[in-house]
Structures are given as structure tokens and as C-alpha cells.
């Protein structure tokens, strides 16, 4: 089953990497989010995501200095959320 990852990235320079470095890996299916609240929609279904069904297999790579919503925070939410507790996440910042 193919991985669908999630980068919550606000950097367009950090972005290009990590999508160069993910492409290199084999890993095709990344969706780009740029800020905490959007990465929260997507996640939740909400919002401008509200017709998106959560795909079941994905991991977040999330930058921890976001604009909106920081990133600690979006861990807490998606740690105290059954739905979303088990979600893989790694961190990353600058």
C-alpha cells in the first residue's frame, strides 16, 4: 500500500528539498500544506477539505514554525483525536 505524505511546510525552499529528496526515495504522493490551519482542515476533513475523504495510510512531516496554527499545536490535536492518534508525524524546523 502506497504512503500518502503530508508536508506542512511554509518555506517554498525547504518544500523543493524535501520533495527532491522524497521523489529520490520513490515517494511520489505528497501533498503540500502551507500553513497550521490548513494542515488542520486537511487532516480533519474540514473546511476547504470538508468533501476529502482521509486517506487511511499517511504520514506528516510538519515544521514546527507555522503561520496560523504552530506546530506543537497540531500535534496536540491530532494526538488527542482518536482518528488521528496514530498517525505517524515527524517533525522538522529550522
Same mark, same amino acid.
Do not use: C, F, W
Given at each position: 500500500m502506497a504512503v500518502n505524505v503530508v508536508l506542512v511546510e511554509d518555506n517554498p525552499d525547504d518544500e523543493l528539498l524535501l520533495i527532491e529528496a522524497l521523489a529520490e526515495a520513490g515517494i511520489s504522493n505528497v501533498t503540500v500544506l502551507r500553513d497550521g490551519a490548513e494542515a488542520l482542515d486537511y487532516l480533519y476533513a %474540514?473546511?476547504?477539505?470538508?468533501?476529502?475523504?482521509?486517506?487511511?495510510?499517511?504520514? $506528516?512531516?510538519?515544521?514546527?514554525?507555522?503561520?496560523? $496554527?504552530?506546530?506543537? !499545536?497540531?500535534?496536540?490535536?491530532?494526538?488527542?483525536? !482518536?482518528? %488521528?492518534?496514530? $498517525?505517524?508525524?515527524? $517533525?522538522? %524546523?529550522?
Open positions: %474540514t473546511g476547504e477539505y470538508a468533501d476529502r475523504i482521509p486517506p487511511i495510510n499517511i504520514i $506528516v512531516l510538519l515544521d514546527l514554525k507555522l503561520p496560523k $496554527v504552530p506546530g506543537l !499545536e497540531i500535534i496536540k490535536q491530532i494526538r488527542s483525536e !482518536e482518528s %488521528t492518534r496514530r $498517525v505517524p508525524v515527524i $517533525v522538522m %524546523t529550522s
